[in-house]
């Protein structure tokens, strides 16, 4: 990683701080997670995720659900919100696999 790549991180890391799993709402905003397993915290950078009402997080791509282990810490936005059609859709496809 080179000098800048890390000050964009910082400095995107301090624009969007991470959250407690407790604010998270199920309005469709599209999020990072940040996990936790026995080597650590580590987050899921490549991939982005949806809180459902019924409290599960689901994968956007590609569609698979967040399953209880390793479990996500803290969540952050990432500045977008699926539709109800698409978070439908998405769902139906992790549940299919």
């Known amino acids: 990683m080179t000098i800048a790549e890390r000050r964009a991180r ?3 890391d301090r624009l969007n701080p991470w959250r407690p799993m407790s604010e998270a709402k199920p309005d ?3 999020s990072e997670l940040l996990f936790n397993d026995l080597a ?3 987050p899921a950078e490549t991939c982005r ?3 459902d009402p019924d409290g599960s997080w689901y994968r956007v791509d590609p569609p698979g659900k967040v399953w209880p282990w390793p479990s996500p810490m803290n969540w952050r ?3 977008a919100k699926l539709t109800p059609e698409r978070r439908h859709y998405l769902k139906k496809q992790a549940d299919a696999q």
Do not use: K, W
């Open 40 to 42: 650590g915290d580590f």
């Open 28 to 30: 469709g905003t599209v």
């Open 77 to 79: 936005p990432a500045f």
């Open 10 to 12: 910082r400095e995107y």
């Open 49 to 51: 995720y949806f809180l």
